[in-house]
């Protein structure tokens, strides 16, 4: 547009340089706030250091099983990590089925 027909009009228009530069501004913001974004949520799952994770994470390596009393006045101790909770259902589902098969050989005989 040349200069007479912009001097006419109320509102001067941009031209295609000066929309070039505007548009590369706000993808450059975009993407700074995307990048403060994904470094929070990568703080709050631990796998960058810095900031505390959301939850209290255990170690990944299981530790040496030691056999302790049992106290029956005490309530029952629940698994900390997942590992661990894995271990109890499998315990469970072994007594169960131990149970269930305790059963059909006692209706069986």
Known sequence: ?????????????LTRGQ??????????IALVIVALLAQTVLKTYGLLPGAETSGKAGSRI???????????????????????????LEQQLQRDAD????RIDEQTK
Not at 1 to 13: F, G
Not at 19 to 28: Q, Y
Request: proline share 11%.
């Open 99 to 102: 149970e269930r098969g305790q």
């Open 62 to 88: 299981p530790g040496v099983a030691g056999t302790a009393e049992v106290d029956p006045t005490s309530a029952t101790r629940v698994p900390a990590t997942p590992i661990e909770r894995a271990r109890g």
């Open 19 to 28: 929309r070039g530069w505007i548009g590369l501004i706000a993808i450059l």
């Open 1 to 13: 547009m040349d200069q007479k027909k912009q001097a006419r009009r109320p509102v001067p228009q």
